[in-house]
């Protein structure tokens, strides 16, 4: 069990290597794509089943002791990434599968969704500050190329945004890892957990979680820093922004709730009022974005934001049901989001355009299209029994629970908005007249079999978060108590 | 670029430049040197000879396209590391193994990983640079 820590990071890295060495054959490529895939499907899903027992498991890389070198920890929260990750990749290559062209696929499209996924999934098991830095590094790298996959004028415009921003961020987080390291002399996250409740002064702490704050925040679009996401992610081929809207926000995500949990081990009024106000911001900002635009895809991209300031109000309110509530959300939200923009380039395929005033009628062309559409739709806006009501019913009692009125009456206020802003995409796409000319070149149902499948399981994933609730919620809440529960992970970790 | 003076020269001083980076790669293990730099100077070897003779005459003598020898190198650099999980040590363990007076480990391997991976990459962006000009 100790050695399969690692497989979450082997597994992408072995497959993308070997989708490199058959970059000429995409035959073989598949297979190995499929072998991956399945693989850290089984693994991730083996530790979902042994961390849901309340086990932790870590390794230590080239046997250092562990301060001093790199951990690699698998906890509950980590093993529920890792798995949501498996599945939306899979998702995604069955979405390529027929929505791609077979240059993209000699141009090592395959390979760079894996480093990305390494990328991904170092970041969630990671146990170290500056290693997590690393694996920052690694999913930037190959999502700045994917960004410019194509190399079309647009995309170069958003993947310039895309990589300025984000590097500037990189700088910041290195800056305060940096500064850390010199307060405490650790960058391990549990050592770091111990070592930074003992510093005596007040500021210094504040500096530096307010940098890695600002830091994570960029990359999870927050409030003030947010404008790069919705400039640059409407750009690269829908199967790839998917994959971004589902993953790369929500590492950003997973990083704040990680390093706030372990470094604040009780509420720090003066941070939770801050996170509050962001995470209010963040929903509003966002969902009035969404509401001001017409183009399908930029719609989506800012309710990401919106979605995120969800998740941000759940660790806010530093409560098991709050955190339990975010977890939740973080799933539902890669399920429910990704599977709109896979659903957005299905769309453009069929009308050749992405605005939705010149699309219309898609109901009666493909039901099942406009079924999952739906929906994810109305998961997203929260309506019963979909993944969104679950989580945003948890997150407001969680709200009313800790008192924070202002933000739980946004929250119900961008509920609305985003059922408002969902429902003009259904007006104008699946109802009403054509606004396009149907070309003899746009596709039929049965050409695009594998995307289908890929939007279908998306759907019925929702759908049974939704439904079955209870159960995923059980796990949210078991994996947010050990998030308020640092000292056992420090233990573990650490060995004393 | 045809020049005779580059050509003849090159033909020299690339095949030094080779075994430098060679020498680097292998004297990195304990003194200044290992597999990113040599990697570097290797490459510069071969874009010496694409400019004294041409992309596609050095694409030539390369014989395998650069991509595949970031492959290799990635696949050495993975494999150095899962060696140790084969001897049930946490993986990037060193594993050494000793024949008489010479010492041979996995962190040797996965220098030759970086180097590869190095040397493709450089290749790759470099040739494809000179055939745009």
Redesign the interface.
Known sequence: M??LV?FPI?IP??T???C??S?KTPRLQWLFTWFGNLSYFIVALIFLQATYQGNYYS?????WEAPFGITIVIDLFSSIMLLITSILVFCSFLYSLTMSSKEEFRS?YPSLIFFLMMGVSGAFTTGDLFNLYVWFEVMLMSSFVLMAFGGEQQQLEGSIKYVILNLISSAIFLASTGILYGMVGTVNLADLSIKFSIIEYNYPKLIVSSLLLIAFGIKAGLFPLYFWLPASYHTPPPGISALFSGLLTKVGMYSIIRTFTLFYKEVDIPIQNTLLIIAGMTMLIGVLGAVSQNEIRRILSFHIISQIGYMLMGLALWSVMGIAGAVYFIVHNIVAKSNLFFISGIINKKTGRYHIKSQGNLYQESPILSICFLCSALSLAGLPPLSGFVGKLTLIIAGIHSKAYITVFISIVVSFLTLFSMTKIWIYTFWGTPHYKKEASSESDKNLFFAYSAIIILALLTASLGIFGEIFLNISEKSAQELLQPLTYIEKIMEY | MNSLILKTAGKYIAPLLFLFAIYLLFTGHNQPGGGFSGGLVASASFILLAFAYGVEQTQKWIRISPLYIIAIGLLLAVGSGVISILFGQPFMTGVWITLESLTLGTPMLFDTGVFLVVLGTTLLIILELIKEV
Do not use: E, M, P, R
């Open positions: 100790k050695t690692i082997i890295l072995l993308a290597s070997f490199l060495v970059y390794i230590q890389i080239g046997n090592g």
